[in-house]
DNA sequence: GCATGACTCGTACATCGTATGAGTCAACTT
DNA sequence: AAGTTGACTCATACGATGTACGAGTCATGC
């Protein structure tokens, strides 16, 4: 019985399995390439552009032999996902002791790293937790609790950073999307303004000032967390 | 040449069309009877649970019957959306100076509405804004103005609620059907506690106190904006 | 009595994810 | 040297989905 390398499996063990075609156009099918090439296709045409078929033609494969290498098509877009979500670190030597910048600049990473890939953030709700986002957790939790966030809030505030990310950047990406729609409904809003007046006048739905506005609300947000 | 009445157009303008078949067992098609039938299928079975042939049969009605009175699926999925939405205040008599607990009202309720039909919340990132989620701004707007958050710093006040909640929401539902997930990826860290020893101990992915931790961040969000 | 327009629906099509099982070929066993 | 195994590829086929097309029904207005 064959054995796929597919979850947490071997992949590949041996060395060098197929020298049987060694042109170099057409490099051996593996796991890793085929999360790749998936990556080209999804920046592309988003989440529609991803097809089995599509990135077997691109692979120069037949549709079925990324079976092997890959459970399901679902498997791909995990893959996928947990590839954009990989994390080096600040800059270094920066003042260790600044928690707050360390923060400030994993979660405003963590946003950009998403949005150069929109699809992903559609993907992110459902999916499970990889060893990416796990680490980033991880780093959060540290330097949270180094910076004197009392143990008993500690679960609380990583939850609370995690939820203010995820809504942002899901929400600046669905936004970028329909941005006509949104010039739309403000346009609504201000003719018949009987009903919404106040964020009629503040122009709230025009306000582009995407990445302010993030910063400045995660501003707000370690006010509350760590306050003096 | 037929008119539609999709859209913003004017439905079925004709007090009683269909007196043909007046059996009560088979109300005549309409947006309402197929957006609510849309909710009962989505409530059921999740997003997959929606089939324009599914909704067809369980309205009695043949599959293209549906595109009459309907765009698309896009459309259903929208109408459904925003049906879930609707806002009807705080309890009255609170008394009426106490903003912070009109905005926590608001916001466990946006949050408990669509929890009450997790599909909703894979559907939020990418849809227009409906009339109900406006409303919820211009409420939101409002009172955060009164509560004498500067107007500079209003939108982005605005914005950080939201997506706090956003973020909040999409995230329990999203546990929520993974839970098991969930169990699996602790014991993993707690077991190799190499890589994440902090959230390991700290038992971050088994903490079930939703409510409360959303609560709890949300309070910590509105101190930051509203000091003192 | 006939045209109109509101509404219904059967059929058909392209596209999708993937189950099934046969095929190829290198490495290992004996 | 012959045969077995197991890694890997892929053609075919199936069931499901959203919806375009166009023919049907039927109450109403002229």
Same mark, same amino acid.
């Given at each position: 019985?064959?054995?796929?390398?597919?979850?947490?499996?071997?992949?590949?063990?041996?060395?060098?399995?197929?020298?049987?075609?060694? $042109?170099? #156009?057409?490099?051996? *099918? !593996? =796991?890793?390439?085929?999360?790749?090439?998936? /990556?080209?296709?999804?920046?592309?045409d988003g989440l529609d552009g991803l097809t089995m078929r599509r990135l077997a033609d691109r692979l120069g494969a037949g549709?079925?032999?990324?079976?092997?290498?890959?459970?399901?098509?679902?498997?791909?877009?995990?893959?996928?996902?947990?590839?954009?979500?990989?994390?080096?670190?600040?800059?270094?030597?920066?003042?260790?002791?600044?928690?707050?910048?360390?923060?400030?600049?994993?979660?405003?990473?963590?946003?950009?790293?998403?949005?150069?890939?929109?699809?992903?953030?559609?993907?992110?709700?459902?999916? $499970?937790? #990889?060893?990416?986002? *796990? !680490? =980033?957790?991880?780093?959060?939790?540290?330097? /949270?609790?180094?910076?004197?966030?009392?143990?008993?809030?500690?679960?609380?505030?990583?939850?609370?950073?995690?939820?203010?990310?995820?809504?942002?950047?899901?929400?600046?990406?669905?936004?970028?999307?329909?941005?006509?729609?949104?010039?739309?409904?403000?346009?609504?809003?201000?003719q018949l303004s009987g009903p919404y007046p106040t964020i009629g006048r503040s122009r709230l739905l025009l306000d582009d000032?995407?990445?302010?506005?993030?910063?400045?609300?995660?501003?707000?947000?370690?006010?509350?967390?760590?306050?003096?």
């Amino acid at each position: 019985m064959a054995t796929k390398p597919s979850g947490a499996g071997s992949k590949r063990a041996r060395a060098a399995p197929q020298p049987a075609q060694e $042109a170099p #156009g057409e490099p051996p *099918l !593996s =796991r890793d390439r085929i999360v790749a090439t998936a /990556l080209e296709l999804l920046d592309a045409d988003g989440l529609d552009g991803l097809t089995m078929r599509r990135l077997a033609d691109r692979l120069g494969a037949g549709v079925m032999s990324l079976y092997w290498h890959v459970d399901n098509k679902e498997d791909v877009l995990d893959l996928a996902l947990d590839s954009v979500l990989d994390y080096r670190g600040p800059p270094q030597l920066d003042k260790p002791e600044d928690w707050r910048a360390e923060v400030v600049h994993m979660l405003e990473d963590w946003r950009a790293s998403m949005l150069r890939h929109p699809w992903s953030t559609s993907l992110l709700p459902r999916r $499970a937790l #990889g060893r990416n986002i *796990l !680490s =980033r957790l991880e780093l959060l939790s540290k330097t /949270l609790s180094g910076a004197g966030v009392a143990d008993a809030d500690l679960n609380a505030a990583i939850w609370s950073l995690w939820n203010y990310v995820m809504g942002a950047t899901i929400t600046r990406a669905s936004f970028d999307v329909s941005n006509e729609d949104r010039a739309a409904a403000q346009q609504r809003l201000e003719q018949l303004s009987g009903p919404y007046p106040t964020i009629g006048r503040s122009r709230l739905l025009l306000d582009d000032d995407w990445d302010g506005a993030f910063r400045k609300g995660l501003g707000f947000l370690l006010d509350g967390l760590a306050p003096g």
